[in-house]
Structure formats: C-alpha cells, structure tokens
C-alpha cells in the first residue's frame, strides 16, 4: 500500500535554503473566545514568542519571524530529509501544540496552524522579510485604525470608514486624533525576531593558568528588531 502515498516523495531542492511559513486559523475567531484586548493583546504576543523559541530549539533556523499570528522560519539545515509533508506536518502541529501550553487556558477549540514551503535563495531571502516585516507595519496601521474607529462609533459604522482608506489615510487620521504610531512599542510596529548571538565568557584556562575569553552563542528573542537590511543579516550567526 505504499505507492498509494503518491506525495510522500516529495522534497525540497537539495542545498538549498528554505522558508517555512506558518498561519494562524481561524485566529479571528479564536481572538474572540480568548478576549483578546485590541489592538493588541501583549500575552497573546508574550505566548507568540514563546512559540518561535520553542520552533527555534527544535529546528534549529536561522531565524524565526513573527507578527500577528503569523511565523516564519528561515532554514539551511532542513528537517527530515527535506520531505514537504514531513516539514509542513510537524511544524505546523508543533506550533500548535506550543501555543496550547504556552498558554496554558482550555480552548473552546483546538488551536491549529497551517503551513507552506518557500524555497529561497540568498539573493531573496533579505526581499522575503521586508516583505513580510512591511506587513507588519501595514496591520499595525490597520488594528490601530479600526481600534480607534470602533472606540467611537458601531462596528458596522467604523468598518464603512475604515473601508478604501490607505495606510497614510489612516496614520494621519490617528495623528490628528493625538495617536501617534512612532510612540508605539518597535515589537507592534515591525515584529518579533528569534535568533542566535554571541555573548563573550571570560574565565580562566586551568591548563595554561591564565585568563582567557572566548564566545558561546545563545538564543536571543529580539522585541526591538531593526528595519530588516543586508547588516542584520549579515550578522546573523549561519
């Protein structure tokens, strides 16, 4: 029975790098049976980060990227062989298991994640995260607007405002109305990061009985990521 598993072949080009990106379903209505606090809720994004450390010590990626109930992953070790089912399976049932615990409430329903394969090249891969990071942005203008509409008029009335204004219209609807988005946290604005640094360790050389330095990498959640550029990822640890 087992050529009836016809994509189960299934893999990534071989050394290559690889993006797996992972959405939240039905979030929308899971914010609702959690109360979530609008715009933003902060545990919601305490357990989000909980979650890209949880993925970061399991797969072991470059980096690992969120905002809102998205996650993705940048890989040059790839996992199992590099069979798609495989990686789209475990992760995204991984991330949903972490979610459960992180947050550790009873769900009036499972919490899952969905998740796809983007094969990247060096090239893109600082592309891909402006990208994603410009999103960010993007929904942070988005939440705060609709936020700000619903505190003052129905739901129905600030969803008919809100609709076919741009991102500017927005930002400067807020601004007038004394809500500068400058002011507000970097982590609502442009995310959050997962990744490797290294720190400097000092201590003594028992054989050569002298002081010596030397580096250990750690994993790092950063709340205050830069606007992504050709330094950040040049100086992250491969």
């Not at 790839?78 to 798609?84: K, L, N, Q």
Request: aromatic residues 14%; positive net charge.
């Amino acid at each position: 029975m087992k050529e009836f598993e016809v994509y189960s072949s299934l893999k990534v080009p071989r050394n290559s790098k690889i993006i797996v990106r992972l959405d939240g379903r039905s979030f929308h209505k899971l914010a609702k049976d959690l109360k979530l606090q609008k715009p933003y809720d902060d545990n919601f994004y305490k357990v989000m980060a909980n979650v890209c450390e949880d993925l970061f010590k399991e797969f072991s990626p470059i980096l690992v990227y969120t905002f809102s109930d998205e996650i993705s992953l940048l890989m040059d070790k790839i996992p199992f062989d590099g069979r798609i089912e495989k990686i789209n399976s475990v992760t995204a049932s991984f991330a949903a298991s972490s979610f459960v615990i992180n947050y550790g409430v009873d769900f009036k329903k499972p919490p899952s994640f969905d998740s796809r394969i983007i094969p990247i090249s060096d090239e893109d891969v600082l592309k891909y995260f402006r990208w994603r990071q410009d999103e960010s942005w993007k929904n942070c203008i988005a939440s705060h607007g609709i936020s700000f509409l619903k505190s003052k008029y129905s739901n129905n009335e600030a969803n008919d405002k809100i609709n076919g204004l741009n991102s500017s219209e927005i930002h400067e609807l807020l601004y007038r109305n004394g809500i500068n988005l400058n002011d507000v946290e970097t982590y609502k604005k442009r995310g959050i990061a997962v990744y490797r640094k290294n720190k400097k360790v000092e201590g003594l050389n028992k054989k050569e009985n002298k002081n010596q330095v030397s580096y250990r990498s750690y994993v790092y959640v950063d709340w205050d990521v830069p606007i992504f550029n050709e330094e950040f990822f040049e100086n992250l640890i491969w």
